[in-house]
């Protein structure tokens, strides 16, 4: 009985050696050592034979099985090795295969570059809710009750609380600016913080108008604040951006929220100031409305105009990435159009 079993311990390991393959591997560990095995078997025959022999048989039967489970573990480990291993020879000369890698859009990267460049000046980055209200969107912000743009036809208002006033009438933001208010009730004042966003408009969309578009808004409120410190503030913002000096200048605009209110141009940096299609041939390009912020928006913000002023801009993102790269239509970057749009990456 002893001999047969060395038998099976000889003929297992060869098994074991030839197994190619785990499925294989895993065939000849029942063959060996399963229900229906060989050596199960011998162990099933044991209650036949004289005390003596059964003990030493089911002793080497027991050793060879451990013997057995060893081998297939080492074999297991062999195949899973080579596995691994690579079959063939590779041609390290040959050209690679190009993985195309995405890119934030030109437009991302502009305000990235805005944040970058307001954070170096102590500001903080505010973000808003896309929703806002009545109170917020128009009425806090000094625009008379009759203004159109509270109308329909401008303002997306939520359906079900268009007969409700103040913070109960919800739309989508129609501008950035409510959050000015919404910012200063909350933080109180001093403060400098921008806020970045989507706007959304109820418009018929055409070359010059979007239905939602990105705007940018900085504000800064502060005592003893001088009309010259956000002419400073926006030089010095434009000349993180573009890394050199950009000359500014500014004209007289109306904006409900401002006291006065400029629009706010740079020299054109398509031609350098001397006049082409992009400026209309004047050399400059409005790139931001802004002004001294309105008494009347410092009171909705429970602050007292006579002790705070402030300096707002609204800064459009789409002009400053056009002089950035010199594009003369704005479309462009809308367009979604890759073979234009991987050019920025
Ligand atoms: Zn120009």
Redesign the pocket.
Known sequence: MLNRLEEIRKRGLEKIGEAADLDKLQETRRELTGKKGELTEVLKGLGKLEPDEKRSVGMKANEIKTFFADKIKEREEQIIASQSALDEDIDVTLPGTMVPGGALHPITQMCYDLNDAFLSLGFEIFNEDDISSEKYAFDNLNFPPDHPARATMDTYWIDGTENKNGTERLCMRPHLTGASVRYLLQHGAPARFVYPGRVYRNENTDARHERAFFQYEALVVDKDLSFSSGKVMIQTILEKVFGRKIKVRMREGFFPFTEPGYEIDME?L??G???????N?V?W?EVMPGGVIHPNVLKAANLDPDEWSGFYTNIGLDRLVMMRYGVDDVRLFHSADLRFLSQFK
């Open positions: 054109c398509v031609c100031g001397k006049g082409c299609r992009v400026c041939n050399g390009i």
